[in-house]
């Protein structure tokens, strides 16, 4: 299969993903600042949300990148990711409803993990596809932010019942990490074609 044809499917759910979390945000019933205010929690969890799909939407987009093609593993473990994605909006909203409690933060956090989980054994399925001289093994090195990423999750999955606030700012940590943008890939390849 095209892998084209697998980044282009992705693409679409994504950004159905992104377009269910906007509409779940709520229109405030008057015109005054402070009716913004009740909104504040769904609108803080969404964009911490765009901005973790927007992560798994551009790693993605370099991973395939990098693969040569595509099998059925790879189509079966990358609909797995996407699940994980497809229940953001849920998760975002669940979060963002109740004010950041504890159950709801520790529901997102558990999201998030699948989420990462799911990322890491598409990227394995698809160094496995390629093989001993795959670039995509080559590209990613040690991976230290995908290893410690999921582990952070746990941590903060676990201090949503003791503080969730301590949560949420692991969370937007780990998204931190992320946002530097992760030029791997494009060195890779650029010392291939020299």
Same mark, same amino acid.
């Given at each position: ?9 992705? =693409?679409?759910?994504?950004?159905? *993903? ?11 019933? $008057?015109?005054?600042? =402070? ?15 765009? *901005? ?23 189509? !079966? ?6 699940? !994980? ?8 909203? !669940?979060? $963002? ?32 596809? =390629? $093989? ?10 040690? =991976? ?12 903060? *999955? ?7 606030? *301590? ?5 937007? $940590?780990?998204?931190?990490? !992320? ?16």
């Amino acid at each position: 299969m095209e892998k084209n044809r697998l980044e282009a499917f992705s =693409d679409g759910v994504i950004a159905i *993903i992104i377009t269910i979390m906007v509409l779940e945000l709520k229109v405030p019933h $008057g015109a005054e600042l =402070d009716s913004l205010k009740p909104l504040a929690p769904s609108f803080l969890s969404y964009v911490l949300s765009f *901005i973790y799909v927007g992560i798994y939407w551009n790693n993605h987009h370099h991973m395939l990148h990098a693969a040569k093609h595509v099998s059925g593993l790879v189509l !079966w473990v990358n609909l797995i990711l996407l699940f !994980w994605l497809s229940l953001f909006p849920f998760a975002t909203a !669940w979060m $963002g409803e109740n004010h950041f409690e504890a159950l709801p933060s520790a529901a997102y956090g558990f999201v998030l993990l699948m989420a990462a989980i799911s990322y890491y054994a598409l990227q394995q399925s698809i160094i496995h596809n =390629d $093989g001993k001289n795959s670039v995509l093994k080559k590209a990613i090195g040690s =991976d230290w932010k995908g290893k410690i990423s999921p582990l952070l999750y746990i941590v903060a *999955i676990f201090m949503a019942f003791w503080n969730h606030w *301590i949560a949420q700012a692991i969370y937007v $940590g780990v998204a931190l990490i !992320w946002l530097i943008p992760d030029t791997r890939i494009e060195r890779t390849f650029n010392n291939i074609e020299t």
